[in-house]
């Protein structure tokens, strides 16, 4: 398998990225194409007595998608940047998924361009376990789609499904429904309606999760729309960074370490693949370190090795018969 | 002034409502109304050696409205309840405000139907300082209004500027509206049209602010509606225990401790006013103790004494007509 992973995105570029995709090939099981400026690349290479790694290949790009870029014009402004040129390996055959910790737009963009959404999708969706005390809790969507309908949030929970088991280990997943109230009376009009679909599906559908129960485990998929998903992730992020700088304050450093990791785990984590389009694209946190990059090329040959995208399709189409 | 307290609301009824009230009264500024079961509440006046204090009366009610009663339906079966006694006193002029821990909705609905909602509005909101790391930051809605449109959520901003000022003390409150994203670009098309009509106003509009940047003393008023800002009250307490257990299995209970009240303002403050109708309601957080609901019944006389009803009306219709 060949990963083409962006080289250049994320807060700390190469200098990441690299470390990272060292990681990942001495294993031996994977060869990556480092896509960005060859100057940059070859420097850091070469730092780490690395210029020829037989399972790295150099491929130039010219620009990045910064995040003030308007994700759905910027291929025509940047057509060789670092992402396009990623996914463009995809295209021509030479890579079989792409990985970036840049802009999360212009991932999707990209993403949805290559691949196309699955039949019965329209936009993919992006979801992942960010608490870390609820490790196996995966929340979808996170910020890929801000205003949905009730079928796209129930669909959600379908790919959400598949990605707890295959991702996760999970063999039976519970999907909940983030809810500001556990009563089938409370909530939106869009979590109401979402409910009744569920409700009317094969799916493990366990009711449902009040935000304050997220870090407890009460479900291996929480699904929610993408404001609210963006919400309670970096709610969990800067909340987190607070209480690490409090303990860090009062000298108890290593449990300040944990704080921050437990609450900011895409960071320490790296990212996760972005569902309901028919390919492989991890989507990463730019403020990942490399540890976190190499976890998100080891998740992109994890969901390549396990056919998680055929999954994903097979079940949607499933629930849609179920539902209509 | 008379404060009507719903002695019967909240988790730990009488047991912490009585204390709270006994704090309060010993500074001999304000008379309480205590509404509930006459024989639950002797006995805990009885224990505390308070049968007959002078600022103190006790007003029978009989019943009290659950957390599974529908608010909107329960006045009819349940008129003689705890919460409807209380909002009673103050229609027929025996109070001034009331104080409840017990269902926010029906608090509302309560609050709703004897004082009706101001002029331009057609439900009161919910809003207050949630995150202690940023101490004088409102988060309004939070939860009251689950389903809203652009021009109710700018007009949180408003209600939060004089809360802001009248109850935070700040004198020219920054008013922010919560949103996935910081650039004018991001956001569901609520919180677009929204900005739109924030921009056209008066207000110190400051534009958008991350859930990341909420412990950060970023902005005086944070505006959403209330499914979202019920998520970040409820992740924020849900996140925050679990923090503090951490830290608490690592020894360090003090800090622990700290960390609790840090993210459980309204269970340690007791809770905040219902804004947009035309008097005094305060609505509490069930799990406050009596600290919270001392303080949450102070909050009703501070309101009280700053005509925080009627500058909320004032800026409203100026509001109004400077965005119509």
Redesign the interface.
Known sequence: MVVALDAMGGDHGPGATIPAALDVVSNGDLAIALVGDPQAISDVLAEHSATNHPLLQVIPSDGVVE??D?PAMVFRSKPRASIFVCSGLVKMGKAHAFVSMGSTGASIAAATVTYGTMEGITRGCLGGAI?G?SPNTAIIDL?AN??VRPQQLADFGTLGSVMSRIIYGQKNPRIAL?N?GS?E?????L?KETAELLTRSNLNYVGMI???????DKADVVIC????G??????????????AD??RD?G?GA?AD??YS??NQLATYGGGPLLGVNGIAVVGHGAAGSTGIATAIKTAKHVFDNDFVAAQQKELDEFHTQVS
Chains 1, 2 share one sequence.
């Open positions: 995040e003030t308007n608490i005390f910020g801000i205003d983030l500001v009563e009376t409370k909530g939106n009009t979590v009040e935000p304050y129960d997220l870090p407890y729309d993408g404001f609210v963006n919400v309670v992730l970096k709610l969990t992020e800067g909340l987190g960074k607070a209480i409090l303990v009062k108890a449990l944990e704080i437990m609450t």
